[in-house]
């Protein structure tokens, strides 16, 4: 069975640097094929790609956010990371991670999400 | 590549054949993605490559299209149907549209 469970500060200031972790189970990224992305969505919008990582290290970004954004893996753990820097109040969203489906690049199993708040 | 999908909200009754739109900037080549998300809930993978089912959705679920205009159907909508729908490309990096927020009338 596949989950994967968001973590993350909560509340952040303006120009920190926020720090997402997503911890999973059901299958590894040291797998051949396999991956994790992180997507977001601000209250009431639409979705948006961050960032993907492959069981090769590959990574992937947005290129709108990509001078911001950094993905990492920690296999032995099963977990993938995501940190963006210098963050503003366009940051506040829920944030997703979600495995990339290997027959395909996009995603079949997602987290329940994890809402991060950017306020003074 | 931008993708917009049409109508923004749609109010169908029980039964109802729906039928959702999206439209991507260029040709996708058939690299197209349907979601449905619940009110509160994550993301839920139907379609993938435009046409195919994601194993366990009912087969009410279907997609269709190609080059730059997708559909996704639904055969009779059914109550527990009420969600957004989204689509993404992932022919040139990725992207979803902006949803279509499904009611019943």
């Known amino acids: 069975q596949v989950t994967l469970k968001e973590s993350g500060p909560g509340i952040l200031q303006p120009s920190q640097t926020l720090s997402l972790t997503c911890t999973f189970s059901g299958f590894s990224l040291s797998t051949y094929g396999m991956g994790v992305g992180w997507i977001r969505q601000p209250s009431g919008k639409g979705l948006e790609w961050l960032a993907n990582?492959?069981?090769?290290?590959?990574?992937y970004y947005n290129p709108s956010l990509k001078n911001r954004l950094t993905i990492s893996k920690d296999t032995s753990n099963n977990q993938a990371f995501l940190k963006i820097t210098n963050v503003d109040t366009a940051d506040t969203a829920t944030y997703y991670c979600a495995r990339i489906a290997d027959y395909g690049p996009f995603f079949d199993y997602w987290g329940q999400g994890v809402m991060v708040t950017v306020s003074s | 590549i931008q993708m917009t999908q049409s109508p923004s909200l749609l109010s169908a009754s029980v039964g109802d054949r729906v039928t959702l739109s999206c439209k991507a900037g260029q040709n996708i080549n058939n690299y197209l993605a349907w979601y449905q998300q619940k009110l509160g809930e994550a993301p839920k993978l139907l379609i993938y490559n435009a046409n195919s089912l994601q194993t366990g959705i009912p087969s009410r679920f279907s997609g269709s299209g190609s080059g730059t205009d997708y559909t996704l159907t639904i055969s009779s909508l059914q109550p527990e149907d009420v969600a957004t729908y989204f689509c993404q490309q992932y022919n040139s990096w990725t992207t979803f549209g902006g949803g279509t927020k499904l009611e019943l009338k």
């Open positions: 990582i492959w069981w090769d290290d590959d990574k």
